[in-house]
């Protein structure tokens, strides 16, 4: 008991910090467990390892035709599956689980980094409290765990820098075998290792090579057995997708543009979630601090060097890559954005004059952030209400003796998506609407006046079948065939 104590009282500010994170990782999980194609597509993928007993070597397909995402996330989701009967919910669980484990990364790397607990606990202050990154880890995607993975990055590259190479390339051997798990635009980021061999000047012994290697050629297996079994598909599409041209109608200055938006965006809303026009300043800001503490000699050389070139590899490539950009690419550039405004911080408040500036900041950083949390809303069109309306379905299909029912759409593309595998939790036969079953239309967004609904759950509509045009013979008869929803393809999903 009094060694507990002594643990809690050694490590009180950690323990509030990740106390605080998981408040904001939780508060409301249920209500806002967010529900999609991706979720519906991931359990798709652990029904098929658990109950179909396929062993999988590659999760969903991702927006570039024949370049897959590793299996690993979805492999992970499996006990929380298990754990909740199958029940996608758990997976707030596993979210939840990852979100704390980052906090406390975030704190020891940033620790053991600087050499200053202080600094550790700005570090996993800040990302404990950001709106961002409590939304992301929120978040249920392979690509949740990619500000997790380059805060080890960023510690891999300090090991390069102190000499402990080898310990150094273990990481690295582990962190690039995740990357085809994750998100390959993490791939950018590996032009900053013979940055840090630059600024170790400490020659590399092979023996301290070979861990790391094997490290990585074992954990790269699956890859390179997918690779072998299907013709190297992945690293002919990774190479079209390089020379050809992707879908992007920008020209390159459009495109550039776009990236500063976005980029400028993201880092900004590490902080605050002002109007666009006001996206420049925090970048423009933290930027010009940074320089200011780097010629004030409160920043090392190494660690300057190395978060202004952090960014720099992930613009370019997207400013040149002719692909439709989405905000997710670039998160791979905040860990730099999050160590200026760490080091900022750090040094303010250990300034006797400054510090007030600090606290302010700190004051103005929590409010925003938590007032924004409490207050968000999301757009009711998540995991409550798609179960709801599921099992609503079910329950009327059940009433009126229905064998089997059809679902139709009323949505723009894409948001017809996201409801086969709860159709399965709900062990309901549902198929196309022209097999003649009983039509149950699904309206989203809501709109009374072009299509008036029965019955709504949350800013989805429910619009029932025209049940005089349904006999019972009829019905029948179209439930006889296949199960549509289990047996028609899912977007993304290969056997």
Not at 136 to 150: A, E, K, Q, Y
Not at 314 to 324: E, G, H, R
Not at 447 to 459: Q, R, Y
Not at 476 to 483: F, H, L, Y
Request: with cysteine.
């Amino acid at each position: 008991m009094n060694k507990i104590v002594m643990l809690v009282k050694k490590n009180w500010i950690l323990i509030l910090i990740l106390l605080l994170g998981l408040f904001l990782r939780t508060y409301k999980s249920f209500e806002y467990f967010s529900y999609a194609h991706d979720l519906d597509l991931a359990a798709w993928i652990v029904r098929d390892v658990v109950v179909d007993k396929h062993i999988r070597l590659i999760g969903q397909e991702t927006s570039t035709q024949g370049i897959f995402i590793g299996p690993l996330y979805y492999y992970l989701q499996i006990p929380f599956y298990l754990l909740f009967n199958m029940q996608p919910t758990g997976l707030i669980v596993m979210a939840t689980l990852f979100g704390i484990f980052s906090i406390w990364s975030f704190y020891y790397i940033f620790a053991n980094v600087f050499q200053k607990k202080e600094i550790g606990y700005i570090a996993g202050f800040i990302y404990a409290i950001s709106f961002s990154t409590v939304m992301n880890d929120r978040g249920t995607v392979p690509t949740t765990p990619v500000f997790l993975w380059t805060g080890w990055f960023f510690y891999a590259l300090d090991l390069i820098y102190k000499g402990n190479h080898r310990k150094a390339f273990i990481t690295l051997g582990v962190l690039i075998a995740l990357i085809w798990h994750l998100n390959f635009g993490l791939v950018v980021l590996l032009t900053l290792i013979p940055f840090a061999l630059y600024f170790s000047k400490k020659r590399i012994i092979v023996k301290d090579l070979v861990p790391g290697g094997l490290y990585l050629f074992i954990l790269s297996l699956p890859l390179i057995a997918f690779e072998i079994k299907h013709s190297f598909i992945q690293t002919k599409a990774l190479i079209t997708s390089l020379i050809q041209d992707q879908g992007s109608q920008l020209t390159l200055i459009d495109q550039s543009k776009r990236v500063y938006h976005i980029s400028s965006q993201i880092i900004t809303n590490i902080i605050w979630y002002p109007d666009q026009i006001y996206y420049y300043i925090v970048p423009l800001l933290t930027l010009i601090m940074t320089v200011y503490y780097f010629f004030k000699k409160k920043i090392s050389k190494y660690i300057f060097w190395i978060i202004i070139l952090w960014s720099i590899p992930t613009l370019i490539f997207f400013s040149l890559y002719s692909k439709i950009l989405s905000e997710y690419y670039l998160n791979g550039i905040i860990l730099a954005w999050i160590t200026m405004i760490t080091l900022i911080l750090y040094n303010l408040l250990a300034h006797k004059i400054l510090r007030i500036f600090g606290y302010i900041f700190l004051v103005i950083f929590i409010f925003i952030n938590i007032s924004k949390m409490l207050n968000f809303q999301d757009n009711r069109e998540g995991y409550i209400y798609r179960r709801a309306i599921v099992s609503d379905i079910r329950k009327d299909a059940e009433a009126k003796g229905y064998p089997c029912v059809a679902v139709s759409y009323i949505t723009k593309p894409g948001y017809n998506l996201g409801y086969r595998y709860l159709f399965v939790l709900e062990n309901m036969h549902v198929n196309n609407p022209e097999s003649l079953s009983p039509v149950y239309t699904i309206v989203f967004p809501l709109d009374d006046t072009l299509f008036p609904v029965h019955k709504t759950f949350g800013a989805i509509g429910l619009i029932y079948p025209d049940y005089s045009r349904y006999n019972k013979e009829d019905v029948q008869k179209s439930c006889s065939g296949e199960n549509s929803n289990l047996t028609d393809p899912m977007f993304g999903f290969t056997k």
